[in-house]
């Protein structure tokens, strides 16, 4: 593990649980100080002191803020607060900014009656906290020249950005715009050493996977076509995360990658195995010679 020095920061949206939680975790074991901005109610508000508590037990400092990440002027007094306190004579840099904030409705668009149809503020809402929001705070951090050079921009998307779910439109277009808005930032922000990457992870169990109507048919088919035979978990996405952190890798910038072990590659129809629904009698019938080159 690599100590960094104890000026560099990790700034994460939607720290308290699921993606966030692990990557403030795994970002804290190597050295970075965290930043963490999470909306919870008083019940979850145990397991966010306890990551706290994880995160200086590594000698790590550990400010969160328990606020709407889309509010405007919430947005304006964490970024205050924090260049008045940490960044003042360039005491502190933010290195890695992580957006994995998770808030939407989740309605049909056209429902069966107009009491079911998706309201204009809940379509706007679910766009402007889970896409709009990550170019507000990036804004935000260049203009207090917060960002350091050779950072580091991560949000999370899902197969939502280009697949059906049912109730899943405002959140499916909300993806859509995520990877948009970092491929255009991979651009503008590429000659300030600073890359953006969307990180597609497979069905995973949090907190917000379970709002999601069929939630458990949708782990059941995503372990069954996963090649590593299991869901994804939060901490795969933390170590890609901490993989992408590594010296040599400022070429890997504007893509959306997959941190799903192969599972949005796989065409599934039931199969427990990939023998179960095959006309095995193809393969000896098969003329094709893998030793045949020509």
Sequence with gaps: MIRKSS??????????SGFGA????????????????????????PAVH????????????AIFYNENAADERKRHKILDEFTEQYHREGQAEVKVLMHSLAFGTLRPLVGRNDSEMIKKTQLEMTLDVMANSMVYWTQDLVRRELL???????????DGANL???FYGAISAAKAALESYIRQLAIELGPRGITCNALLAGVTETPALSKIPGARNMLYAAKAKNPFNRATVPEDVARAIIALLQPGTEFINGNTIGVDGGESKISYVGQKTPYQYADLTLLNESSWDPTDVS
């Design 7 to 16: 000026n560099e920061w990790a700034l994460i949206l939607g720290a308290s």
């Design 148 to 158: 350091a050079h050779g950072g580091r921009i991560f949000a999370m998307t899902s």
């Design 50 to 61: 306890a990551l706290i508590r994880e995160i200086e037990a590594l000698d790590r400092k």
């Design 164 to 166: 059906n779910l049912p």
């Design 22 to 45: 692990a990557t403030a975790r795994e970002l804290a074991r190597h050295g970075y100080n965290i930043l963490g901005v999470h909306l919870d109610r008083q019940a979850t508000m």
